[in-house]
Nanobody
Framework: QVQLVESGGGLVQAGDSLRLSCAAS????????MGWFRQAPGKEREFVAT???????YYADSVKGRFTISRDNANYMMYLQMNSLKPEDTAVYYC?????????????????WGQGTQVTVSS
């Protein structure tokens, strides 16, 4: 059974940076795509970024150029570097693991989910 645990969330001001981490245990996910999703209050969960098993990355238009997804397969870690944060980035951020190596923007492509970490950006 795969377990994903996010960390690194917090309260920051607009323009600040945060780095989210996702630790995987129970099984290696190095052969599979992983992603970050987020859910703001009163809204549906949405795609943020994904990284394939070979390191290709894809981003939502709303975060492109500000966020960077990366992974460290040797240490079962994934990261989301978030720069130039905006109040509209406020959400619970979820780490997700796929069962396929290719990228996907769709939540139902991901079989494993973390519990989420809160990111709050004040104006």
């Amino acid at each position: 059974q795969v377990q994903l645990v996010e960390s690194g969330g917090g309260l920051v001001q607009a323009g600040d940076s945060l780095r989210l981490s996702c630790a995987a245990s129970g099984r290696t996910l190095s052969f599979y795509a992983m992603g970050w999703f987020r859910q703001a209050p009163g809204k549906e969960r949405e795609f943020v970024a994904t990284i394939t098993s070979t390191g290709s990355t894809y981003y939502a238009d709303s975060v492109k150029g500000r966020f960077t997804i990366s992974r460290d397969n040797a240490n079962y870690m994934m990261y989301l570097q978030m720069n130039s944060l905006k109040p509209e980035d406020t959400a619970v951020y979820y780490c997700a693991g796929s069962r396929a190596g290719s990228a996907s923007y769709y939540q139902n492509s991901y079989a494993y989910w973390g519990q989420g970490t809160q990111v709050t950006v004040s104006s």
